[in-house]
């Protein structure tokens, strides 16, 4: 499990890297030592005063140590993990209102509104940092939790699909999430008042190549470091094949599914809070501001679009087995 934890930290920090080279952003305005060692301290200081520090540390042991755990020593660390994730959700949300509470005394120094805003983001940023990090480790231990329970249950019969009901299938899927995303910025256009006539809402304003391929490099890393890259493969094999689970087989494809979701929403909600980290960093350019935060929220829509995707393999797997 310590060579989850380094993997995934060294994939989210080396993202974030990228994202702010891409983005313009100077890594000084990314990096905050201080208000990320005052987030790790409290956060340490609750996990511990919780009475779960014995049992969050187990979740470093080394894999052969971690296999002489008993189940009820694994199920207590993922209580641990729970908890930590909760925890660090809400002390992050802390630094956030008190930083907010501080830009908004300094409001009138019009010099210092995009760095102090700047900071606030941080708060929000550290906290889908850290739970970026302790989602791959739950899904590492949940993952290991299943098999060692060894269910052998029978797997439902289901009838195999044809290759057209196949095809048939993920052309619903496209062309619904293309009416979604259509219908919404129709609504939006239509309530919105647009004003500007610079720049015009095209189909290549939704195309950015690096925000695409840094939201799926970092989300496919991470459900590697987990274990669960062939699990992922092998479940959409069998969601397309209508192929038929075990309750084990079942519940280690919905945790890899579910993890790579999860992985893909906070990619692309870290990659956007980069981009407008950098856009309030350097506020002295004024006539491309509304651009610059549009292309930074494209990261977020890509990580919807991915999860909503996936949202459909999860509970197709689902019906593949019935208990």
Do not use: H
Not at 56 to 61: A, Q
Not at 82 to 93: G, H, N
Not at 137 to 143: N, V
Not at 284 to 298: E, F, H, M, P, R
């Amino acid at each position: 499990m310590i060579f989850v934890f380094i993997f995934s930290f060294l994939v989210s920090v080396g993202v974030a890297l990228f994202t702010a080279l891409v983005s313009g952003c100077s890594i000084i305005f990314l990096f905050d030592i201080a208000e990320f060692l005052g987030i790790i301290l409290i956060l340490t200081l609750f996990v511990f005063l919780s009475g779960y520090g014995k049992s969050f540390c187990r979740v470093f042991s080394s894999p052969k140590k971690m296999q002489t755990f008993s189940l009820a020593e694994l199920r207590e660390s993922k209580l641990a993990l729970d908890f930590t994730l909760r925890a660090s959700v809400y002390v992050c949300l802390f630094f956030l209102i008190v930083g907010g509470m501080y830009f908004y005394l300094n409001f009138g120094f019009r010099q210092t509104m995009g760095p102090n805003l700047a900071l606030v983001l941080l708060s929000l940023y550290y906290m889908f940092f850290l739970v970026t990090i302790l989602i791959a480790l739950k899904a590492k231990l949940k993952t290991q939790i299943i098999l060692s329970m060894n269910e052998d249950s029978e797997p439902v019969q289901t009838q195999p699909l044809s290759t057209s009901r196949v095809v048939l299938s993920v052309v619903k899927v496209f062309c619904v999430l293309v009416l979604v995303l259509l219908l919404t910025f129709l609504v939006v256009f239509w309530c919105s008042a647009n004003e500007q006539t610079e720049f015009k809402l095209t189909l290549a304003w939704l195309l950015d190549a690096p925000s695409f391929l840094v939201i799926a490099i970092e989300s496919l890393l991470l459900l590697f470091v987990t274990g669960n890259f062939m699990v992922f493969w092998k479940t959409v094999k069998a969601a397309f094949k209508n192929s038929s689970l075990t309750v084990s087989e079942k519940n280690v494809s919905v945790t890899a599914v579910r993890s790579l979701r999860l992985f893909c929403i906070l990619s692309g909600l870290k990659c956007s809070l980069i981009g407008l980290v950098a856009v309030l960093a350097n506020l002295q350019d004024k006539s491309t501001l509304g651009a610059n935060i549009y292309v930074a929220l494209l990261s977020t829509l890509y990580g919807i679009v991915f999860a909503v995707i996936l949202l459909f393999l999860e509970y197709k797997v689902n019906r593949l087995c019935r208990e």
